[in-house]
């Protein structure tokens, strides 16, 4: 190739003065970078994954919609009341295991005040009522659950911010969600969270 | 002479890299498209790790519904993304917002590129010395390795800006394709699930693409419910069953879309994989069927061919 290639490669003399003076100033600044580095990355993993924020206590959004059996409903019109909105849908198995105790919760309730709003989301209204029936809760929409607001295309459950179904929102007097529960329902739940609101 | 060559390169590098950023900004995609590019950027509420434009969960498709119906109102993505963020917080966003640590992390990868392009410029630099002589001779057509060493960091910088730009260009179309829009008016009708066939076929598509085939099934499975007289519904869920190992449950699917086209090669086809399992006679039959409506060139005809011989042998 080149003529003076052997000449060059030829031991070449030691870098001259300045790379050598900022090797080790160099070195030190990578190691800082690296050793920073590691402490963030094992600090995160110190932490472990952190758990989700749900936003709890913010104002209940403004729903408003059709009720299974065609009715206009918005949610502003039980402020002043403890307000359960529980979302469901026929196809989700456990809303099923949990239904019984939210009509019962009703039952047993209502006279102290809890009102309850079903939200049947991303369902069919035929599937829906067949559910309602099977759960034993008379009529369209059950002299026990008084509103099922029918929420096909999920616009509802969004508004909420629905992380899975069945979730459930407990709205207070003030109209704010001041708690949530993914998953089904509990008696426990109920009688820490709702139970204190509630007039005796 | 190199120089010039070199410099040329150069050019015709960082127009290439023009071009791919003003075509990846020109074309106006279809709104099923712009939904999912919201949707990707969204994390899929009640899935892990999934984004709302890949996931077959209701919520999810709820999401690409009222995404669909905002950009058909002229919301822009921002807004709608923030709609989505004031109802589940930062988490929703699948990158979320630049903010002290994570800008940092952002600026990472540059400051490791642009480092090793140093390293790189100052390797070429210590190969070959700056004699005095050859540092001053601007005029000469041997360019100097100093400014030589420039060029290579420069022509390095670009190319990976260039890559860059064009793997995100690249990326984005990933050889499906483009789902119909998923909403096709801007007020759904009452008890109607608003997601469309179409969409849920092209969703379905890009899971069997990916190996997702149990979610594949789930999402055709949907479709098939939602228009029962589509055939293609109904022939792309009786394959994923097929290729899940159920080819029972894959014939009563298949069965009625042969029964109302008869001579569509493409469900005989299906159908005839199915019950060759499940029902070695029905099977033949239909696959026979098949070779009589298939066109001359249909891809499957030798395969269908060997699978009778080695039935009837």
């Not at chain 2, 008890?191 to 379905?204: F, N, T």
């Amino acid at each position: 190739m080149d003529p003076a290639g052997p000449v060059d490669t030829v031991d070449p003399p030691a870098p001259a003065g300045p790379s050598r003076r900022w090797r080790y100033p160099a070195l030190l600044l990578v190691a800082a970078a690296v050793m920073a580095l590691s402490a963030i990355l094992a600090r995160g993993l110190a932490r472990g994954p952190v758990e989700p924020a749900v936003p709890a206590d913010r104002p209940a959004p403004k729903l408003s919609g059709t009720t299974l059996d065609g009715a206009r409903f918005t949610l502003g019109e039980l402020r002043g009341h403890v307000v359960l909105v529980n979302v469901w849908a026929s196809w989700c198995e456990s809303c099923r295991e949990e239904f019984p105790l939210v009509v019962e919760t009703a039952r047993r309730l209502g006279p102290r005040g809890l009102r309850i709003v079903g939200v049947d989301t991303r369902d069919t209204r035929e599937a829906a009522r067949l559910f309602l029936r099977e759960s034993g809760v008379t009529g369209v929409t059950g002299v026990n659950v008084p509103v099922q607001l029918f929420d096909p295309d999920g616009r509802l459950a969004l508004e909420l911010g629905v992380l899975g179904v069945p979730e459930t929102f407990l709205v207070g007097r003030d109209g704010r969600i001041a708690d949530r529960v993914l998953g089904p329902v509990t008696q426990r739940w109920i009688d820490r969270a709702v139970l204190p609101r509630l007039t005796p | 002479m190199r120089r010039r060559l070199a410099v040329a390169g150069l050019i015709v590098l960082v127009a290439l890299a023009c071009a791919a950023v003003w075509r990846a900004g020109r074309s106006e995609p279809a709104l099923g498209e712009r939904v999912m590019e919201v949707a990707a950027t969204l994390r899929c509420p009640d899935c892990q790790g999934l984004s709302a434009a890949e996931s077959p969960s209701k919520l999810a498709g709820a999401m690409r519904a009222e995404i669909g119906r905002r950009l058909a109102r002229g919301r822009d993505p921002e807004s709608i993304r923030e709609y989505f963020v004031r109802r589940y917080g930062e988490r929703i966003l699948l990158s979320p917002p630049m903010s002290g640590a994570s800008a940092a992390l952002w600026a990472l990868p540059v400051v490791v590129l642009a480092a090793g392009c140093a390293a790189v410029v100052r390797t070429a630099r210590r190969e070959r010395p700056v004699t005095p002589a050859a540092g001053r001779s601007s005029g000469a057509g041997v360019p100097s390795p100093r400014s030589r060493a420039g060029l290579a960091g420069a022509v390095l910088l670009t190319a990976a800006c260039a890559g860059g730009v064009a793997a995100a260009t690249l990326a984005r179309p990933d050889g499906v394709p483009a789902p119909a829009p998923v909403v096709s008016a801007a007020a759904p009708r009452a008890g109607e699930p608003p997601e469309s066939p179409d969409s849920l076929l092209a969703l379905g598509r890009r899971l069997d693409a990916r190996g997702e085939t149990g979610q594949a099934v789930q999402v055709y499975r949907e479709a098939v419910r939602l228009s029962p007289r589509d055939r293609t519904a109904r022939r792309l869920l009786g394959l994923a069953l097929i290729r899940a190992g159920r080819p029972a449950e894959a014939v009563p699917v298949l069965r009625p879309a042969a029964r109302r086209s008869p001579r569509d090669p493409d469900v005989l086809l299906a159908l005839g994989a199915a019950e060759i399992t499940a029902d070695p006679p029905a099977g033949r039959r239909t696959l026979r069927r098949f070779l009589r409506f298939a066109r001359p060139g249909h891809p499957a005809i030798a395969a269908v061919r060997r699978v009778l011989r080695e039935e009837t042998a």
